[in-house]
């Protein structure tokens, strides 16, 4: 299986198992988002936290977490052997504050050496 496909398929099991365990759990994941694009140039709309899953101009994040009107959180997974880019990181940072103005980010890359799920 090539990487690519390998990393689409851990990604989509993430947020079925991220999604049920918020339904589980609400109050333990409020503020927790999984798999949601928000958009560089829209205006923050402060009825929605994101936009549809490939909008043009939009960026993806793995899981963002509202800490609290004071705090972010973005997770981004990492499958392979690649890192996230500086490119990578203006581009998550842009995004969230295009969003999320005056909030400030912490950005944590995920790597999972010993998988806790097996497809």
């Known amino acids: 299986m090539k990487p690519q496909v390998l990393g689409t398929r851990i ?54 977490q509202l800490v609290s009107p004071q705090m972010g959180c973005v997770y981004d997974y990492k499958t392979g052997q690649a890192g996230l880019t500086s490119a990578q990181l203006l581009k998550i940072a842009g995004a969230w504050n295009a969003r999320f103005p005056n909030v400030p980010v912490i950005i944590l890359e995920m790597r999972q050496y010993q998988p806790l799920w097996v497809e």
């Open 11 to 64: 990604h989509f099991s993430a947020k079925l198992r991220f999604d049920a365990a918020a339904v589980a759990d609400p109050v333990w994941y409020a503020g927790m988002y999984a798999e949601v694009s928000l958009d560089l140039f829209a205006p923050p709309d402060a009825t929605t936290v994101g936009i549809t899953y490939g909008t043009p101009g939009s960026t993806r994040f793995d899981v963002m």
